[in-house]
């Protein structure tokens, strides 16, 4: 199946910091890429949405000056945590779907942000 | 909206059947997902339905029902690797086709 790579794995950082996180479809071109949130013992939350070369639509609720998202070509999305706090250590999902095969999201491996 | 139930927990023994029901109230339906998540990791596709009936898939069957807002995933032979949390998520018929994701059942499978 399609491969969506996410780096760094894990990251921890100061509070007041901004951390960014990337995300890759590796053997596909990813029209719609998705960024997700899941707290301990919880859903996966959807922040936002975004297509290649505009603007993400985001969740009621997400910040969209704290979360940054860039999806400057259809194999790359980036997310950056802007001034993290405490409260913003979760663990990050991405997600991308390609045009041709819109049936299937997949999923990235995760980014575990830790904020001191 | 989306309204996703899904019950939160499950046990069920090694070389045993179960289902996972989930039921879903959407404002747009494009779509049932199925996935499986292991602590501390990232979901992965088990199935997908978009039209009534149920699509088999080795160990792993899930049923849609579209009217009654119903979905089931039916594992069989279960081993002990298969304890995970299992995710009903739908898809919206949105301009983005946001899929919208249950708060997951986690199954614990017992010897």
């Known amino acids: 199946g399609a491969v969506v790579s996410q780096h760094p794995s894990r990251v921890i950082c100061k509070s007041g910091t901004s951390v960014k996180i990337e995300c890759r479809s590796l053997d596909f071109q990813a029209t719609t890429m998705f960024w997700y949130r899941q707290f301990p013992k919880q859903s996966l939350m959807l922040m936002a949405t975004s297509n290649e070369g505009s603007k993400a639509t985001y969740e009621q609720g997400v910040e969209k000056d704290k979360f940054l998202i860039n999806h400057a070509s259809l194999t790359l999305s980036t997310l950056t945590v802007t001034s993290a706090h405490p409260e913003d250590s979760s663990f990050y999902i991405c997600s991308a779907r390609d045009f041709v095969g819109q049936e299937t999201q997949y999923f990235g491996p995760g980014t575990r942000l830790l904020v001191l | 909206g989306q309204n996703i139930d899904q019950p939160t927990e499950m046990t069920a023994t090694e070389g045993a059947i179960v289902q996972i029901n989930c039921t879903y109230q959407?404002?747009?339906?494009?779509?049932l997902f199925w996935y499986q998540q292991h602590a501390g990791e990232a979901p992965t596709f088990l199935s997908y339905?978009?039209?009534?009936g149920l699509e088999e898939k080795g160990r792993f069957s899930s049923f849609l029902s579209r009217s009654k807002g119903y979905s089931y995933l039916l594992l069989k032979e279960l081993q002990m690797k298969d304890s995970a949390s299992y995710l009903c998520a739908v898809r919206g018929s949105g301009g983005y086709q946001k899929v919208t994701f249950g708060i997951g059942t986690k199954l614990q499978v017992i010897p």
């Open positions: 959407t404002s747009g339906f494009n779509g």
């Open positions: 339905n978009v039209l009534d």
